[in-house]
């Protein structure tokens, strides 16, 4: 399936939510497009900072979307394809560039642009998944404060005056820790994490390696010829 497909089949789950959620926010209209006044586009950079914070922050760790042509009361698809000259994935990525982050984290984002089954256009600004939260600016920059942690809860993206509850800044700290998610789920990812896996041993009875980054993660294995069970798969190996 292409990336676009999946995309659809994404948002169209979304839409039929009927609701904003945790990872997830619609707005009517695109943040930047031809004719707009010069005091809107300041009014909306200083949204857009807030809002791509608070969704890099969104406290499911989830990859999430910007939602550009549908309405929140009620939701509605609305399209953007009669805004002409909206801000391209490269005036989005140049604007989050040109801000001073904490750590050098910046968020990932990647602008898509994709249509419904009657025609209308979407823009999605996807803000990709990151071990690096909580992200926060080290300068403030009009509305939004320097070294304040912003999250979206819920529906809701904590108020731009405001910290975010201790309890949800301290969760997003345990995401970029690799305290959550729990072992279980953690050693899923590790696996796909192959470069960081260093050989222990290998003989004609096994092999086996530790993780480097967590070395009470490892991973064993070992042929009984008498027993089954506990005979590895036909796996390849390479000899060093």
């Keep these: 399936m292409g990336e676009n497909k999946k995309l659809e089949e994404i948002i169209r789950e979304l839409f039929h939510q009927n609701t904003e959620g945790e990872y997830w ?22 949204d857009l900072l807030h809002d791509i914070i608070c969704m890099a922050n969104n406290l499911s760790n989830h990859e999430a979307y910007l939602i550009m042509g549908i309405s929140d009361n009620p939701v509605e698809i609305i399209g953007v394809e009669k805004y002409l000259n909206r801000w391209s994935q490269e005036n989005y990525l140049d604007f989050v560039h040109s801000k001073k982050w904490a750590g050098d984290y910046i968020p990932s984002l990647e602008l898509r642009t994709i249509k419904n089954g009657t025609g209308a256009e979407l823009d999605i600004l996807v803000i990709h998944k990151s071990s690096r939260v909580p992200f926060y600016t080290k300068e ?6 320097p070294n304040q942690i912003y999250v979206r809860k819920g529906a809701k993206n904590t108020s731009i005056n405001k ?4 309890q949800d800044i301290e969760k997003l700290w345990e995401f970029r820790f690799g305290i959550v998610p729990y072992p279980k789920e953690r050693v899923l990812n590790y ?3 192959i470069d960081s896996w260093i050989k222990m041993k290998s003989s004609y009875e096994g ?3 530790y993780y480097e980054k967590f070395p ?16 590895p798969p036909p796996l390849r190996f390479d000899a060093d």
Excluded: C, H
């Design 25 to 46: 926010d619609f707005k009517e209209l695109p943040y930047f497009y031809e004719g707009q006044e010069k005091s809107e586009i300041n009014k909306k950079k200083n």
């Design 163 to 166: 910290q975010a509850e201790i």
């Design 216 to 231: 009470e993660y490892t991973l064993e294995f070992f042929d009984d010829p008498e027993n089954e069970d506990f005979r």
């Design 207 to 209: 092999m086996s390696w």
């Design 140 to 145: 403030k920059y009009q509305s939004v404060k």
């Design 191 to 193: 696996i796909k994490d």
